[in-house]
């Protein structure tokens, strides 16, 4: 069935440095959406990106979708200690109606 | 969201027992869907309800079932827990029309099966 690879799995960054998530698919994506869960949280949508190549900001937080549309990243410049949480992304697959997750990269930001 | 409410928040069972978790929305929302979240292995869909007649099953279906009792109640059933089902659960819902539209999650039920 199909996947989505995210990685890394966890990252430590110090506050103030930057942070980049990675998503790949081997089939070729409809879309994919961005969540973030606090810790004890739930998921909470982020953004969405549907054309290929396409690019999104949100204040320091920059999103990509791949000009193939089988990758995507998220990408914090000068992280903050609220950034702290894991990242999903979630990807929905032509002909199918539901999305696939990827298994999130944890984010630990220090002080 | 307080949207999207579960029922119960914590839940300690023993094996054998039969559980139900329930969900409920005030969105407005016709798709409701339940997840299952285990560390290091991100959200599993369980299964999904596109409106009242329509269910269907996810990933990770057996063991499970559900009712759409309402367009906005959704309910998760383990027939008989076992200790492997011990994750947390997640409700979530969205819009109907169309495929692209972001998910709105419940805060969760932590099911602990001894």
């Known amino acids: 069935g199909q996947q989505v690879m995210q990685i890394p799995q966890y990252q430590h960054v110090q506050e103030g440095e930057d942070f980049t998530t990675y998503c790949n698919s081997s089939?070729?994506?409809?879309?994919i959406q961005w969540y973030k869960q606090r810790p004890g949280g739930h998921p909470v949508f982020l953004i969405q990106?549907?054309?290929?190549?396409e690019v999104k900001k949100q204040k320091r937080l920059t999103f990509q979708f791949g000009e193939a549309k089988k990758n995507s990243s998220l990408h914090i410049t000068a992280t903050q200690t609220t950034d702290v949480g894991t990242y999903f992304c979630?990807?929905?697959?032509?002909?199918?109606?539901?999305?696939?997750f990827g298994k999130g990269t944890m984010l630990l930001v220090s002080p | 969201d307080a949207d999207v409410t579960q029922t119960p928040r914590n839940r300690i069972t023993k094996t054998g027992k039969r559980i139900m978790l329930e969900c409920s929305q005030t969105?407005?929302?016709?798709?409701m869907y339940w997840y299952r979240q285990d560390p290091g292995l991100g959200l599993r869909l369980i299964y999904y309800?596109?409106?009242?007649?329509?269910?269907n099953k996810g990933e990770i279906s057996d063991g499970y079932s559900v009712s759409r009792q309402a367009q906005a109640k959704f309910s998760l059933s383990l027939e008989s827990a076992i200790p492997n089902q011990t994750a947390l659960y997640f409700c979530?819902?969205?819009?109907?029309?169309?495929?692209?539209?972001?998910?709105?999650f419940g805060p969760g039920t932590r099911l602990t099966v001894t």
């Open positions: 309800s596109f409106d009242v007649k329509d269910i």
């Open positions: 089939t070729t994506l409809s879309n």
């Open positions: 990106l549907v054309k290929s190549g």
């Open positions: 979630a990807g929905t697959y032509s002909g199918y109606s539901t999305l696939t």
């Open positions: 979530a819902t969205s819009y109907g029309t169309g495929n692209f539209y972001e998910q709105y």
């Open positions: 969105k407005g929302h016709d798709r």
